[in-house]
């Protein structure tokens, strides 16, 4: 309710809001949340909702995971801050890089940080430039990615970013080229088998490196899941099709891990899920379980020796952000995945059937044309007919008013087109996993029985 001076008159009037709908706040109000307990987080009107998108990903260990305070407060009284600039840093960042490389599937590399995803994929990028240039391929700067993906918001990862809302920005830049969604119920033709489907992908992406010269290549970025995209795991194959396409050219592989990575998938790394070995992980999101901003980029041993020696030449790598290295944010990082390693992710695996269980109930009633996931993340995706996959008309905005109806009975999940995301903590329980499915059961009826 906006009276003069509630929370949500207050926060209306002093925020300048980001990807938030403003007519929907300016119907339905804001939500101002005071503390967390476990999965759910508590408002300042005293409403409590089960939050089934862990924040943004993110906050996989619940709102109040005592371990991961308890580690941030006894950084902040050893050692509450300092960079990684002139050979200096801290010794919990040290710690971090060790057991990144150690969780990850190199058998060598180096660790650089941020403070985000998006810093993460947009230095990634200025790695990769500078590093052709240095080794005499200036020309080899474009950097392939896929419609639909999401790789974060700053100019150069907007780029990479597949989707179209970035015209708003004049982006993205030239030389970002995006190949298609692979996503086979979408996208595969009619008679099409998935085989086929996943062929075409690997056709297309030759014909792109063929058309765009293999020696203008910078490097390959993609998600394991897309997650941004509306969770869109990949055709049967895919993965196994493009790789070696890629290897072929000598074109570096970075797999954006910052939704997959560290458990949400089933396993550590969402390119074991999809069984391959990438050059470089960019991880973030679940790497302090959501307690501090922070991004990694995990370097496999090749790409680190070539930057290296493309470094040595010319002494310095002229790149780094003031925050990046917290001691705080490596130790809180260093409890998550103590965490995760500790039975996080066990939970996740075993959550995983029931959650997969619940997706495929709901995906049995009339306008429901998918269901789809991996591990704890998962979507339904919404349409006027399921024969045909005809979506529902836009203006209807089924996907949001099936999220508003959940919000309003205390469940928190996520419209992506015209899909509900799911991706529930890592600390999850049965009880909540079948809250979620009853809550969000109750809201797809209602508002399919108004639409439909
Ligand atoms: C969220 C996300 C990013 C961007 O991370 P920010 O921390 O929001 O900058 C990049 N890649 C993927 C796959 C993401 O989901």
């Known amino acids: 309710m ?10 209306k009037a002093a925020t300048f ?17 005071t503390h967390g307990e476990g999965p759910y987080i508590i408002d300042t009107e005293g409403r409590r909702y089960l939050d089934a998108n862990s924040g943004l990903w993110n906050i996989v260990a619940g709102f109040d995971h005592e371990g991961l305070t308890r580690a941030a407060q006894e950084q902040y009284a050893r050692f509450p801050g300092y960079h990684a600039f002139f050979g200096r840093m801290s010794d919990q960042a040290v710690l971090l890089s060790e057991k990144l490389v150690e ?50 918001v700053t100019a150069i990862s907007a780029s990479m970013t597949g989707k179209p809302y970035n015209s708003v920005f004049g982006l993205p830049l030239d030389g970002f080229v995006h190949l298609s969604c692979p996503h086979y119920w979408r996208e595969g033709r009619d008679g099409e088998t998935e085989a086929e489907f996943t062929a075409r992908m690997g056709a297309e992406l030759e014909e792109v490196i063929a058309r765009e010269g293999a020696d203008t290549i910078a490097g390959f970025f993609a998600e394991p899941i897309m997650g941004a995209g509306g969770v869109i795991p990949p055709s049967d194959g895919y993965f196994d099709t493009i790789i070696p396409i890629l290897r072929k050219h000598g074109i570096p592989v970075i797999s954006d891990e910052v939704i997959c990575g560290l458990g949400r998938t089933g396993e550590m790394w969402g390119c074991e899920t999809y069984g391959f ?132 009975h205390g469940l928190i999940c996520r419209p992506l087109g015209q899909s509900i995301v799911l991706a529930p903590p890592f600390i999850a329980t049965d009880a909540h996993l079948e809250e979620m499915f009853d809550k969000l059961e109750a809201a797809l009826k209602k508002v399919f029985s108004e639409v439909a």
């Not at 906006?2 to 926060?11: F, G, V």
């Open 2 to 11: 906006t009276t003069p001076q509630s929370w949500d008159a207050r926060a």
């Open 17 to 33: 809001f980001g990807f938030t709908d403003l007519p929907s706040i300016n119907e339905r109000g804001t939500v101002i949340i």
């Open 103 to 152: 969780i990850s599937p190199f058998e060598s590399g180096k660790v650089f940080y941020t403070n985000s995803g998006s810093e993460a994929n947009d230095t990634m990028v200025k790695m990769l430039w500078f590093m052709h240039a240095a080794e005499g391929n200036p020309q080899k700067r474009k950097i392939i990615t896929r419609k639909n993906a999401y790789h974060g």
């Open 277 to 408: 070995t990438p050059d470089v992980i960019i991880s973030s999101k679940a790497l302090t379980a959501g307690f501090f901003p922070m991004g990694a980029i995990i370097l496999g041993p090749e790409i680190s020796d070539r930057l290296q020696r493309a470094t040595d030449a010319i002494e310095e790598f002229p790149h780094g952000f003031t925050a990046s290295g917290h001691p705080v944010g490596c130790a809180i990082a260093l409890k998550a995945i103590e965490v995760i390693e500790g039975g996080l992710l066990d939970n996740v695996r075993r959550l995983t059937p029931a959650f997969e269980a619940g997706l495929q109930r709901l995906s049995q009633m009339d306008n429901i044309g998918e269901w789809r996931g991996k591990g704890l993340m998962g979507a339904l995706e919404a349409v006027k007919d399921k024969a045909t996959k005809t979506p529902f008309d836009g203006s209807l905005s089924v996907s949001e008013r099936i999220a508003n109806t959940c919000t309003d």
